[in-house]
């Protein structure tokens, strides 16, 4: 499989990315070798996040950018994060069908990913698809989350920029706009500025500049663009595409590796986040004790940080009574 993604394999990569969104430990241990064998091969493309609040024109707006970017010899790899379910896990994964002209290019990949509860708009694997689309030869990997809201931040923390899309909108809708999302952003983008929306689109730009005026800059010295385009008729869009690039050569020349080197320590705390958790969940040792602590904190008797503390307790103990055996 490696070997098939250093080929650009576009099979192997959509099963390399199969494998590591898979939870069976069996899968994640394949998967954990694989990263390590690719993870010093990786690191070459432009990594971009977008995300915007829903009716924003993201996917539409992200297929033209990509059109854009092939059009001028870039390999392009999409990976769109649809929400899932919370009462049956499912997930519509429409995105590759709002991008049907991108999906058919040869020079693009687009893999669409169910959320499955992950916080953070982004899916499990992300992280490690994004370097198995470098490994595979792709020069732009765009992460779409699921959407604006309090928590969908985590892309920022493993993407070199980071785009906001916006509609057009009065002062009221950009109040849904939460301001830890502005302050993440690297560049704002007001789409759908075309027609009657025009003149909405460009109140929205004036708004927009000056909220992040007031805001504390992402970088020292960093002033954040509020650009305005059309998705569907594609003006502004080489506007946007090279205030991206510009964004990017400052980003490089101010320290793109120590970025990364930040977001890898990052990763590694997520990492033990979801391995604590999906030991709580898989360890047969410990279900009765979960069970009697979610009974004795829904029923009053025991607060969530005292059940916590004594879960966490119980799984040291445990770890220590392992190593010594």
Known sequence: MAEALRQGDRRALAQAITLVESTRADHRARARQ???????ESGQA?????????????????????RHAVDQGQRVAVLAVDPSSSTTGGSVLGDKTRMSELARDPN??????????????????????????????????IVETVGVGQSEVAVADMVDLFVLITAPAGGDELQGIK??????????????????????AQRAQGDLRHALQILRPKRPGWTVEVLTC????????????????????????EGLDE??????????WTEITDALTRLVRDDHGLHD??????????????SP?????????QILRSEVADGLS
């Open 34 to 40: 694989l990263i390590t064998d690719l993870q010093p």
């Open 46 to 66: 432009m990594r971009l996040g977008l995300s915007g609040p829903p009716g924003a024109g993201k996917s539409t707006l992200i297929e033209t950018v990509g």
């Open 108 to 141: 693009a990949f687009i893999r669409p990913s169910p959320s499955s509860g992950i916080m953070g708009g982004v899916a499990r694997g992300t992280r490690e698809a994004m370097l198995l689309c470098e490994v595979a030869g792709y020069d732009l990997v």
């Open 179 to 200: 301001r830890g999302i502005m302050e993440l952003a690297d560049l704002v983008v007001v789409n759908k500025a075309d027609g009657d929306l025009l003149p909405s």
């Open 230 to 253: 059309s998705a569907l008729t594609g003006k502004g869009v080489p506007e946007l595409w090279d205030a991206i690039g510009h964004a990017h050569q400052v980003l490089v020349a």
């Open 259 to 268: 970025l990364r080197a930040r977001q890898s320590v990052a990763w590694m």
């Open 289 to 302: 004790l979960v069970d009697e602590l979610e009974q004795q904190v829904a029923s009053g008797a025991a």
């Open 305 to 313: 940080t005292d059940a916590a503390s004594r879960l966490l307790s």
